[in-house]
């Protein structure tokens, strides 16, 4: 049986700021048109946060029964490792799902009814990222789903929520967000393609191959900073993003060195450390500006 430790490691704590980051940037995006609501900003953490753990539990189920996990380097995996069993991994991921809908629709109540319909596509998403007989991260469609669901829905959603619409300095964090979140996957990805292939997983990373995922990864990670000049159209202040170049480049520096395997783990944490330090100067800089 799992231990506590085990059981917060399989819901790869690593992953959070994929939740946290797209919540601080667009409560910051809500403040800049006069909108941010506390209340509703913490719900919607728990909606991203909940959602972000379900589907890690959501995939440790799905890929483990599966067998794709046999043989899989990085976080420890549940059911591949079989250190708890599928039926309690998956009781787990429902059970963060229903954290999720219950603060989803406490948001859509307070906000607009169709956020409800929002929630249950995040939601069917989650599940069937690795989940069902024909499951789409098994196709290369992962890392369009991280972009939308964590990138767009997640920035845009925490907006609306509390200023009642979103705009255009919303939609280019979301796109900074969503690049990062993609960046993520693409370096876990990245160092799977061995046993992805091996097991017949599909990913972007394989369809496009080890030299080709790896400039991918630096395009996404450079994007934010794009977005980060953009955004002074709207603030000065929104130069703090900038203060997350030092991290992308840590992140992609394995990558840009050939990296492989175990090696490639570093660039999973520092791509994420960069999208949440970008995530908070920018929400902080839309706040203040």
Request: overall charge positive.
């Amino acid at each position: 049986m799992a231990s506590v430790s085990e059981w917060i490691e399989g819901a790869r704590p690593r992953t959070l700021p994929n939740a946290i980051a797209p919540v601080l940037v667009g409560t910051g995006a809500a403040a800049s048109i006069d909108g941010a609501v506390w209340w509703k900003a913490l719900l919607a953490l728990v909606v991203a946060v909940a959602l972000i753990v379900g589907v890690n539990y959501a995939n440790d189920y799905s890929d483990g029964i599966r067998g794709t996990d046999d043989e899989r380097v990085g976080p420890v995996r549940l059911v591949g490792s079989r250190l708890a069993s599928p039926a309690a991994v998956k009781r787990a991921a429902f059970a963060c799902f229903g954290v999720a809908a219950v603060a989803g629709l406490a948001l859509a109540i307070a906000s607009a009814w169709w956020l409800i319909l929002v929630g249950a596509g995040c939601i069917l998403g989650a599940w069937y990222y690795t989940g069902g007989k024909k499951p789409y991260g098994y196709a290369g469609l992962g890392e369009i789903a991280v972009f939308v669901f964590f990138g767009l829905v997640a920035v845009l959603g925490t907006q609306f929520v509390q200023a009642d619409r979103v705009d255009w300095a919303g939609l280019v964090s979301a796109i900074a967000i969503g690049s990062f979140s993609s960046a993520v996957l693409v370096a876990n990805n990245l160092r799977d393609i061995p046993t992805d292939t091996e097991s017949g997983k599909v990913t972007l990373a394989v369809r496009l191959g080890d030299s080709r995922t790896r400039i991918l990864h630096l395009v996404l990670v450079a994007v934010p900073f794009v977005m980060t000049l953009v955004l002074v159209a709207r603030t000065p202040w929104a130069l703090l993003g900038l203060l997350a170049l030092p991290l992308a480049a840590k992140a992609n520096a394995p990558v840009r060195s050939g990296a492989q395997g175990m090696a490639l783990i570093p660039a999973l944490a520092a791509t994420g450390a960069a999208m949440l330090v970008w995530g908070a100067a920018s929400g902080l800089a839309l706040w203040i500006g």
